[in-house]
C-alpha cells in the first residue's frame, strides 16, 4: 500500500523539512511514548487523545516554517521535527519544544 511518505529520503535524527511538515503530520495518526495519541487533519485541526479523554486544537506553520499548535484557551507552542527512522521506513517523529527543549516521540499507527 503507498503511503504519503514514499519518496521522502530520509536518515534518522534529520530535520523535517519545511515543505515535508504537513504530509509528516497527516500521514497518520500517532502514538506517543507514554501511551497518548494524536490526529492531524489536513484542514489544521488536531484530536489528542489521553486516557480516554480527547482534546481539541489546531496546528499551522508560523512565519519561520516551523510546527506550531495552539490549545485553547491560551496554549501555544512551535516545535522542531525529526524524523524517526525504523527497519529503512519512516516510523515517526520527534518533537521538540523551541521554549523548553523538552521532547517526546510520536510514532505511526
Not at 17 to 24: L, S, V
Not at 30 to 35: A, K, L, N, R, T
Amino acid at each position: 500500500m503507498a503511503s504519503p511518505l514514499d519518496g521522502i529520503l530520509v536518515s534518522d535524527g534529520d530535520a523535517v523539512a519545511t515543505m515535508h511538515i504537513p504530509t509528516a503530520l497527516t500521514a497518520g495518526g500517532f502514538v506517543y511514548d507514554d501511551g497518548a495519541s494524536q490526529i492531524f487533519e489536513s484542514a489544521g485541526a488536531t484530536i489528542y487523545f489521553e486516557q480516554g479523554r480527547s482534546t481539541e486544537g489546531e496546528w499551522y506553520l508560523d512565519d519561520d516554517g516551523r510546527f506550531c499548535s495552539f490549545w485553547p484557551p491560551s496554549y501555544r507552542a512551535c516545535y522542531d521535527l525529526y524524523w524517526i527512522i525504523d527497519d529503512d521506513r519512516i516510523a515517526g517523529i520527534r518533537f521538540f519544544e523551541r521554549r523548553s527543549g523538552s521532547g517526546f516521540n510520536g510514532y505511526y499507527r
